[in-house]
């Protein structure tokens, strides 16, 4: 018998090139959660001049939120200094054996190694991993001709007029609501991509962990394109 396979999904959110909230949950393909947690940075949240949090109106309102709901008890988050969040994680997933996931995984991967460095670790992670970018997992398997008609119909489209593939219209397609919007924090938006991981998972189609060609810029999306434009 084939032993259990778990996830790790991490949500991050970032002042510039620093981490200053995470969230992770452990779960199965059927999205049943073993662990979770979600934390601000006391290091940052103590001091958010560090990171120059205060320097622009989006970090301004950004961090004030998070002020809000830690005086409200609200957001899903406790404040923990960095190495004991990393020690959690690290616990978590060597625990569980778990595969490390996120939206855009790349992103993730990028700001913790960085955050590390700023705290003087070498690395987030302190052993191998496998990882599984659920973009990667969500081109393959959600991004249908459904979903392109889904965006067209809702003229959901990017700045640049492509079909958008971010988490948050994603998440929109599977739940049917064109008014969902993401709450930025790294609790919420976990949840959200554990939701996605899931419907993935239940398409019950093999994964490639290297980038794919976006099912989106296809022939079938370049013919519906052509389409719209002429009506």
Do not use: P, Q
């Given at each position: 018998m084939s032993r259990k396979k778990y996830y790790m999904v991490i949500d991050t959110e970032t002042?510039?090139?620093y981490v200053f909230d995470i969230g992770y949950r452990v779960i199965d393909r059927k999205g049943r959660v073993y662990a979770n947690g979600s934390y601000v940075v006391r290091e940052y949240i103590e001091n958010p001049s560090v990171l120059g949090m205060f320097d622009d109106r989006f970090s301004?309102?950004?961090?004030?939120?998070?002020y809000f709901d830690l005086w409200a008890n609200n957001g899903g988050f406790k404040v923990a200094s960095f190495a004991a969040i990393r020690d959690e994680i690290?616990?978590?997933?060597?625990?569980y054996n778990a595969t490390v996931c996120a939206y855009n995984l790349s992103f993730d991967l990028k700001h913790l190694r960085k955050t590390a460095n700023y705290f003087g670790y070498e690395c987030f992670f302190t052993a191998k991993y496998n990882h599984l970018d659920i973009w990667h997992m969500a081109m393959s398997t959600l991004a249908t001709?459904?979903?392109?008609?889904?965006?067209?119909?809702?003229?959901?489209?990017?700045?640049t007029g492509n079909i958008p593939t971010g988490a948050e219209v994603m998440y929109r397609y599977i739940i049917n609501d064109v008014n969902f919007i993401e709450a930025h924090t790294a609790h919420e938006d976990c949840i959200i991509e554990c939701e996605i991981m899931r419907k993935c998972?239940?398409?019950k189609?093999?994964?490639q962990t290297a980038i794919v060609g976006m099912p989106l810029h296809n022939k079938e999306w370049q013919r519906i394109q052509t389409t719209r434009e002429e009506m």
């Open positions: 002042c510039g090139d301004k309102d950004k961090i004030g939120k998070y690290n616990t978590m997933l060597n625990a001709r459904k979903y392109i008609m889904f965006c067209l119909e809702n003229n959901l489209f990017t700045k998972f239940s398409r189609t093999k994964f």
